[in-house]
């Protein structure tokens, strides 16, 4: 479907605040991966996705390295919506540019490079997580940690929910 037809199907839905948020999600996983905190970013992706990214911090510690990742800027749009078993998802283009360099436990480069900019593509998956499903996060505003899908504002400061990380899920990349 079009990006008019899913507007017209989800009203609450604005491509350019999508794509926003997108490029952050995506930049957040390049600087979990250079943190080694996935964690952090484990609430909005899914398991699959999830393990493709925690075999390549395991594989730079069984190197005896860190992976690093810096400089990232992630410009990404819309390629198409599909519905797939009942469930929206969104096909998202991003070019995604970086440094991407192993360090050796005393901080030398021992491959990539710290200098040379990488610029790869990707389609990242994203579906709109079952509201049956319960998220609970922390207000940007006041830290106070409600479910985001049944509250379209916090119940404590006010602030508005305006972020697609508690409505969508990265389900596959490629």
């Not at 491509?15 to 490029?23: L, T």
């Not at 970086?98 to 710290?114: E, K, Q």
């Not at 998220?135 to 899908?149: A, L, V, W």
Request: with cysteine; hydrophobic share 35%.
């Amino acid at each position: 479907m079009t990006i008019e037809e899913y507007v017209l199907k989800d009203k609450d839905f604005n491509s350019s605040k999508f794509i926003s948020d997108a490029n952050r999600m995506i930049q957040s996983i390049y600087y979990s991966l250079a943190s080694n905190e996935l964690d952090s970013i484990r609430s909005f992706l899914s398991d699959k996705v999830y393990q493709i990214f925690q075999n390549e911090l395991q594989q730079a510690k069984d190197e005896g390295t860190q992976l690093i990742y810096d400089d990232v800027v992630i410009d990404s749009e819309i390629q198409k919506i599909e519905t797939i078993d009942g469930v929206d998802c969104i096909f998202v283009i991003s070019n995604c540019q970086y440094l991407r360099y192993f360090l050796s436990s005393h901080h030398a480069v021992v491959r990539g490079s710290d200098s040379n900019v990488q610029t790869k593509n990707h389609v990242f998956v994203f579906c709109k997580i079952n509201h049956a499903r319960q998220i609970i996060e922390r207000c940007e505003g006041c830290g106070y940690s409600y479910d985001f899908f049944d509250v379209k504002q916090c119940p404590q400061c006010g602030l508005e929910n305006r972020s697609c990380r508690n409505l969508y899920r990265i389900e596959n990349m490629e």
